[in-house]
Each structure stands twice: as structure tokens, then as C-alpha cells.
């Protein structure tokens, strides 16, 4: 375990002023879903998350909108990643090492294509209409509270990303 890092899933139990973070899966009438959801709890006396802890919340938030905004047919790959990036680093944080979507379906990861940094090692892959990708990620560690990350999954229609999970634009309170 890192210094001042909450511990992975196991016997320890939670902290006040940690976050915690759920990666949910559900499989329904032989399709997939997987979304992630963010709680705080508050230490004793609080009524809001410390600010670097809203603010970094916040940051993720946006960042995954860029995702979903750039999930349109045509658009390579890459693009929602490099969305992503811009809000993430341009807030002052470092940057995130995985992609940030997958494509989903009959299951969780369905194959084809990630939402990923571009590169020159592998072919430029372009979203279709009809996919369903999840939104996610950019996991980023907030010192002594625990990681932030966000996932929803999105089918890209010939208009856009329609998001089928309930977004959460608040961190939740506990």
C-alpha cells in the first residue's frame, strides 16, 4: 500500500473524510452495464466535501462530459480521450493511464475498440451509430481521501452520445 493511500477493496473498513468509489456491473436481458458512482464521508461537523475534493470531483465530471460530447459516428477514437486529457490537465492535474471507455454489450468489455490516446502503432478505429460505449475513468488520487472516478455508458446515435445511466453531477454525502 502507498503512504497516506486508502487500501484496496478488502477487511478495512471506512474512514470519515475518505471517498469511496462503487464499480457497478449488471447484466439485463442479456446485455451489460457498468457504471461507476462517488460518495464522501464526512467527517464529523462537515456539511460539504473539502473543497480540492469538489473541485477534483467537478474536474472528472466535465472531463467525462468531453467524452460523451466527442462519442459521435465518425470520430476516431482517440478524440473523446484527448477530450478528456484537456479538461483533466488543463484543471492541473496529472494525467490519467488508461482509456477512458470501452465498448459494451452482451459483455462488459465487448470488444473493438477502447477509447484511448492516440497511436501510431495501431490502426485508427472511427465510432459507428449503434455502439454503446462507457464514459469513464480518468482515476485520479486525491491524497488522503482515496480516488476519483466516474463511468456512464452511452449509445452513439446518428445525433450524438444518448446517456443511458442516470449521471451523477453531485458527490453524494454520506
Not at 6 to 25: K, M, N, S, V, Y
Not at 122 to 138: D, H, K, Q, S, Y
Request: proline share 7%; aromatic share 10%.
Amino acid at each position: 500500500m502507498r503512504p497516506s493511500a486508502t487500501p484496496p477493496p478488502g477487511d478495512a473498513a471506512l474512514r470519515r473524510g475518505w471517498l469511496l468509489q462503487i464499480d457497478f456491473g449488471v447484466k439485463y436481458n442479456g446485455f451489460c452495464a457498468d457504471f461507476q458512482r462517488m460518495w464522501y464521508l464526512r467527517e464529523a461537523g462537515e456539511a460539504a466535501p473539502p473543497p480540492e475534493a469538489q473541485r477534483l470531483f467537478d474536474t472528472v465530471r466535465r472531463g467525462v462530459d468531453a467524452i460523451i460530447a466527442h462519442l459521435k459516428p465518425g470520430a476516431a477514437t482517440w478524440e473523446p480521450a484527448e477530450a478528456a486529457r484537456a479538461v483533466l490537465v488543463g484543471a492541473g492535474y496529472p494525467e490519467f493511464k488508461y482509456n477512458v471507455g470501452h465498448q459494451l454489450g452482451r459483455a462488459t468489455h465487448d470488444g473493438g475498440p477502447g477509447l484511448g490516446r492516440q497511436r501510431e502503432d495501431a490502426p485508427e478505429w472511427r465510432i459507428e451509430a449503434g455502439n454503446v460505449f462507457t464514459a469513464e475513468g480518468l482515476e485520479t488520487f486525491l491524497e488522503g481521501r482515496g480516488w476519483i472516478s466516474l463511468e456512464d455508458d452511452v449509445l452513439v446515435t446518428d445525433h450524438g452520445g444518448e446517456v443511458l445511466t442516470t449521471q451523477q453531477r453531485a458527490l453524494w454525502l454520506v
